[in-house]
């Protein structure tokens, strides 16, 4: 569907230099702060207090607005892309960021809908719902009376995205000179392709289209449905969902958290195995419990599309760790971008897998794992880097990066909510009636109908 097929708005808002000259002005300082503090380290033998130095680049981080935070949130979930002293910091930055003011919404909504924008819903909430990252949600109610969330993109997104993905190669490109364990290049451009789509509002509708299409049969998870007419390049208008925080569950019966963990376990993985498509953000904020404990699933700016080779590779190594079969393994591996593997890097693979897929090998009622120090796979993560840089290293593909963040951070909401599910019957069931081709067929005919094109 085309903005003017939507009724919306077409209101680009171009990169500039001038605009990331003043953004990189905004970081530059605590970036170059880093780069000293860990160069002098390096060579010159300096001595850093690393969870010291972590808790001031936290809050260095914590009052920005926009990418940067953002990506600091991915890079917190992604496995050894960071030292474990930072990770632990970063996990502490929320995407509740203090909202912009009515003075900003006011101009953005006239931008977006025109003067006499307010003539067009019975009521706009001037204070925030919500506040992230990139924007923020005002809820507000239509003339026809259907209650919506009204998603604002802030000012100058495209010119910070290009400003803060820079400061992400300096900043990895750092910690690879302090640490070579994993090569972070395709970490980065898988980074940097999610975050110019979650800038493209009109395309996140459509990823909203599709996961209502996807998940239609299910009962138990529900979908916005986009507002055409009051939807732009940098305004998105849904149905609101109304629910409750999942933090808001941890000390719910135990049988209500279990029908929780298995309705969201549904809501991600169902389009996965069914289409290839996986919702790239498994944060807390991006969706909430209804009614009966079903799942509201939101924000669909991060949306990843995989070949069926990428989900059947995922099949295949389970099979394998079933089976203790190295070369099944190897196959699968390589099915996801994997190469030149040796017998040791092999085995460090199968380390990391066997923590990740174990859950759906017990065929036992049971909880996702355990945290350590307040992080899912902590100690197991720990060991692989070590044996990693013994190793001399991996590189890891695209396509990996967040397929594996999904997991683990699905893995933390299970863990916070105590959950015993017998994961191995769950997955068995999604599984059992996989074909690549039948997978290829529903993916391509899906995809066309909302005009998504295959991630990059």
């Not at 992604?78 to 203090?98: D, F, G, N, T, W």
Request: with cysteine; proline share 4%; aromatic share 10%.
């Amino acid at each position: 569907m085309t903005k003017k097929e939507r009724g919306g708005k077409s209101s680009p808002e171009k990169s500039s230099f001038t605009r990331r000259v003043r953004r990189y002005a905004k970081v530059s300082t605590t970036m170059t702060g880093l780069a000293a503090r860990l160069a002098g380290q390096k060579y010159l033998g300096f001595d850093i207090n690393k969870p010291e130095h972590a808790r001031q680049l936290m809050e260095s981080l914590g009052d920005l607005k926009g990418p940067l935070l953002k990506i600091a949130q991915l890079l917190a979930t992604i496995p050894e892309a960071l030292p474990q002293e930072y990770v632990r910091e970063l996990q502490k930055l929320q995407s509740h960021a203090p909202p912009m003011g009515w003075p900003f919404v006011r101009r953005r909504m006239t931008a977006e809908l025109g003067a006499g924008w307010e003539r067009k819903f019975r009521s706009f909430e001037k204070e925030a719902a919500a506040a992230a990252s990139l924007g923020q949600v005002h809820r507000a109610v239509t003339p026809e009376g259907a209650d919506v969330a009204c998603k604002l993109q802030y000012p100058d997104m495209e010119s910070a995205v290009v400003a803060d993905l820079n400061q992400l190669k300096m900043i990895l490109a750092l910690f690879e000179q302090y640490d070579r364990t994993v090569s972070t290049s395709e970490i980065q451009k898988e980074i940097a392709a999610r975050l110019h789509e979650e800038l493209d509002y009109d395309l996140e509708a459509r990823h909203m289209q599709l996961y209502g299409f996807m998940l239609k049969d299910e009962e138990n998870v529900h979908v916005p449905e986009i507002v055409p007419d009051l939807s732009t390049d940098r305004l998105l208008t849904a149905t609101w969902l109304e629910g409750r925080e999942m933090m808001g569950f941890v000390k719910a019966p135990q049988e209500q958290r279990n029908r929780i963990a298995l309705n969201l376990f549904r809501a991600w993985y169902v389009p996965l195995y069914g289409y290839g498509v996986i919702h790239g953000d498994p944060h807390l904020g991006n969706y909430s419990v209804g009614g009966n404990d079903s799942i509201n699933l939101m924000d669909f700016g991060c949306v990843r599309v995989f070949p069926s080779r990428f989900v059947g590779g995922v099949i295949t190594l389970y099979h394998a760790l079933q089976q203790d079969d190295v070369d099944m393994a190897v196959a699968a591996y390589e099915s996801w971008g994997f190469k030149d593997m040796s017998k040791q890097l092999i085995e460090v693979l199968n380390m990391w897998a066997r923590f990740l897929y174990g859950p759906v090998l017990d065929n036992k009622v049971r909880t996702i794992g355990v945290v350590t120090k307040g992080i899912y796979g902590r100690e197991v993560a720990h060991k692989v880097h070590q044996e990693l840089r013994k190793i001399g290293g991996v590189k890891l593909p695209r396509e990996f990066v967040f397929m594996d963040r999904a997991a683990l951070g699905l893995g933390s909401v299970f863990l916070h909510l105590k959950s015993e599910v017998n994961w191995y019957k769950l997955f068995n069931e999604l599984i059992a009636d996989f074909d690549a081709e039948a997978l290829d067929r529903r993916q391509k005919k899906a995809l066309k109908k909302y005009n998504i094109p295959v991630s990059s």
